[in-house]
């Protein structure tokens, strides 16, 4: 892989990891699944946010 295409997928990583984490601080959820949440999204970014976006109520969105 070239280093643009490297650099491209890490710029877009961090961009949704920021609009996880801001969509997890504003949600409704209590103080403790918000930290296990964002925890898991900081430690597992890609697969951090399958799982928060999949766990969450679709009637929320």
Request: charged share 15%; glycine share 6%.
């Amino acid at each position: 892989m070239s280093d643009y295409v490297v650099v491209v997928l890490v710029v877009l990583i961090v961009c949704t990891d920021i609009l996880a984490l801001r969509h997890i601080m504003r949600s409704d959820a209590d103080s403790g699944m918000k930290v296990v949440y964002a925890l898991i999204v900081l430690l597992l970014p890609v697969i951090g946010l399958s799982i928060y976006y999949g766990t969450q109520n679709r009637g929320n969105r």
